[in-house]
């Protein structure tokens, strides 16, 4: 079972803090909506290594870009960070080339499911959206 951090202190104050400290809640409001679970089942990308799932290997993908880091190969920095590691629940992050490999291999059916994905998680954000807010006077 995975574990998330339970005594964790978060100041927005302190004069160290970065724009990395929102990856925190960032990967809380992924926990909630259990992404990793819903990708899981909605994606099917059969590899030969198994040494990462594919919601973390799309995770992996996805969390340089939120940082703002511009290359696959500046995330390689992750790798060493422990902290990042524990607050993102992945076993380790994966070396640049792996992540590379993972696009180029890709079956062209995956990226098919990937946009099938997309298009239906952002269909019931919005549905949910128009129903809970009130109308407009």
Do not use: C
Not at 2 to 27: E, K
Request: no cysteine; glycine share 6%.
């Amino acid at each position: 079972m995975r574990r998330s951090p339970r005594n964790l202190t978060i100041t927005w104050n302190h004069a160290g803090l970065t724009h990395f400290g929102g990856v925190y809640f960032f990967h809380e409001f992924l926990r909630v909506l259990q992404l990793r679970h819903f990708l899981a089942q909605q994606l099917s990308y059969p590899r030969r290594n198994g040494r990462y799932s594919v919601p973390q290997m799309i995770l992996a993908l996805v969390y340089p870009i939120i940082l703002g880091l511009d290359r696959i190969e500046t995330a390689s920095f992750l790798r060493s960070n422990g902290t990042f590691q524990y607050l993102t629940g992945l076993p380790s992050f994966p070396d640049p080339q792996t992540l590379r490999r993972f696009l180029l291999q890709a079956p062209h059916g995956f990226w098919e499911q990937l946009h099938r994905v997309k298009r239906s998680t952002a269909a019931e954000v919005h549905s949910r959206a128009r129903t809970s807010l009130p109308p407009h006077s």
